[in-house]
C-alpha cells in the first residue's frame, strides 16, 4: 500500500493540507478560507476554534477524498503563520480571547515606551528581533492585562499559551502535547535563540508567567500521536511557514537565500551556525535545528508585494486576474520613465516606516496603466534589491542566486525585472510548493524516509532561471532614481 505524509499548511486567510507521496510529489490538496476580524483600527484577530475546527476538517476531507487507510499516512508536519497569539483554558479547551494576529498593531504605544527606554537594544541582543507589535510577546501582555478572565484561570494553573503551531499540537494530541518548535519560538520575543531557553530578563519584562510557555524542541521531532482520524498518526514536523519555505526550498548552506512573493514579501538568508544581529534593522530568526545542527538566516519582509497586484487588480480595474500583469508589462512604454513605490501599508524592512504610504513619481501626459502596471512589479525588484544590499552588508557574504516562489513568481516578467534590477541569478524551482514541502520534510527526517538534509538538497529541482539581461550603464540611473524616491517620500511623511 502506498505511503503518504500530510502537510498541514496554516496560513493567514486560510488553511490547507497537502497530502505528499513518499517521493514528495503532490497527491492532492485541500483548503479553506476562514474569518478574519478587524474589531478596531489596527486591530486583526482569528478564531483559533474556528482554525483548529477547519484543520480537522481538511484533514478528515483529504483521508475521505484518497480513500486513505490512517496507517498509510506515516507522518504529519506542521507549518504555521508566524507570532500570532493564542491563549486558552486547558481544562475547557476553550482559547480566552480571539488570537491576536501578528497583522495586529495594537501594542504599537507599548512598544514607544520600551523603545524610549532602550529596551529594544536589550530585546535585539537576546532575540534577534526589531522591537515591534508584530511579534507574540506584547500580544501574550496584552491578553493577560486586558482579559479579567486571565489572572482566575492562570491561578488555577489552567493557562497555556501557543503561536498556532502549539494550538493545533495540542488539539490533534487532545491536550498531550504543549510543544512549539524553535523556529515558531524565535518569533515572540521572549526567547533567547543563542541559549535555547525562554529569557528569564524578557519574561520579566513583559510580565509572562513561565508555566503558561509550551516546551521548545527541533524541527523534526516526535511531536506527539494524533488518535482522531482512526489511527495513530505521527507527528513528525514543524516549522513557522517562512522557515518552512527556506527547507522547502534547501537553503541549506551559509549564504543560501529563498524570497517568498505572495501577499507580502519574505526574504531570508541561511547566515550559518552563529547568531549574529543586524545593523541594518534585518531580524536574526533560527532558520531550523535539525538533528542538533542549529542555523540561523536573516529575515527581511516587504509588507505589500502581491497585494499590490490585488490593488490594481480590485482598486484600480486595471484587469480582471492577476496574472493579465504579465501580459500588460510587456505593453509597457519603455520611455516612461516612472517610479511607484506601493508602500500602501507602509514600508518594511530595511526602511521600518510604517507611516509612510504610497506614491507614484514622474507621471506625464503620455502614461498609461501599462506603465503603472510595468512601476510595480519594478518596484518588487527594487525592494528586493535594498533587502539584499542590508543583507550582504550585515553578514558580508555577496549574494550571487536566489531561490523564489509564492503566487508572483508566476510572471515571467516579474522573474526578469527581479534578475536585471537585482544583477543576480533568479531560480524559481519545479514544486514552488514550498511552505507545505518544509515541513513535509521534517515529518520524513523524523519518520527515517529521509536520513539528512544533504537528501533534500538532491530532491530540490530547478524549473526556470533568469539571468540579468541589462547592463549596468542602463541600471545604475535607475537605482539611483529608486534610493532619490525612497528617501522623499520617508521625508515627506515624517
Ligand atoms: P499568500 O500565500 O500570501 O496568500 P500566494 O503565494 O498564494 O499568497 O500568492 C498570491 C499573490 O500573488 C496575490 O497577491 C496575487 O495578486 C499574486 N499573483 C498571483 N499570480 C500572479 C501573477 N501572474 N502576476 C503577479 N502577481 C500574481
Known sequence: MKKYILSIDQGTTSSRVVLYDNKFNICSIVQKEFKQYFPKDGWVEHDALEIWKDTK??????????????????????????????????????????AIVWQDRRTSDYCKKLKNFKKDILIQKITGLVLDPYFSATKIKWILDN??????????NNLLFGTIDSWLLWNLTQGKSHLTDITNASR?????????????????????????LPRVVENAYNFGTTRLFGGNIEIGGMAGDQQSATIGQACFNTGQSKSTYGTGCFLLMNIGNKFKSSSNKLLTTVAYKIKGKKMYCYEG????????????????????????????????????????????????????????????????????????IKATIDSLSFQTLDLIKAMQKDSKIKIREMRVDGGMINNNNFLQSLSNVTQIKIIKPKNIE?????????????????????????????????????????????????????????????
Open 57 to 98: 476538517f481538511l484533514i478528515s476531507k483529504l483521508i475521505k477524498k484518497n480513500r486513505l487507510n490512517p496507517f498509510q499516512i506515516i507522518s504529519i508536519g506542521i507549518t504555521n503563520q508566524r507570532e500570532t497569539t493564542v491563549l486558552w483554558n486547558k481544562k475547557t479547551g476553550k482559547p480566552i480571547n480571539k
Open 147 to 156: 482579559n479579567p478572565k486571565a489572572k482566575k484561570i492562570l491561578n488555577e
Open 188 to 212: 515572540t520575543m521572549i526567547f533567547d535563540s543563542k541559549k535555547e531557553e525562554w529569557s528569564n530578563t524578557l519574561l520579566r519584562l513583559f510580565n509572562i508567567p513561565k508555566s503558561i
Open 301 to 372: 519582509s516587504i509588507f505589500v508585494a502581491g497585494s499590490a497586484i490585488q490593488w490594481l487588480r480590485d482598486k484600480m480595474s486595471f484587469f480582471k486576474e492577476a496574472n493579465k500583469s504579465d501580459l500588460l508589462y510587456s505593453k509597457a512604454n519603455l520611455e516612461e520613465n516612472i517610479t511607484f513605490v506601493p508602500a500602501l501599508t507602509g514600508l518594511g524592512a530595511p526602511y521600518w516606516e510604517p507611516n509612510v504610504r504610497g506614491a507614484i513619481f514622474g507621471i506625464t501626459r503620455n502614461t498609461s496603466k501599462e506603465d503603472i
Open 434 to 494: 514550498t511552505t507545505s514541502l518544509g515541513v513535509a520534510y521534517l515529518a520524513a527526517l523524523n519518520s527515517g524516509i529521509i536520513k539528512n538534509t544533504k537528501q533534500i538538497e538532491k530532491l530540490w529541482k530547478q524549473n526556470k532561471i533568469a539571468n540579468p539581461k541589462i547592463s549596468k550603464k542602463k541600471l545604475t540611473p535607475l537605482i539611483k532614481k529608486w534610493n532619490k524616491t525612497i528617501k522623499v517620500l520617508i521625508t515627506l511623511n515624517s
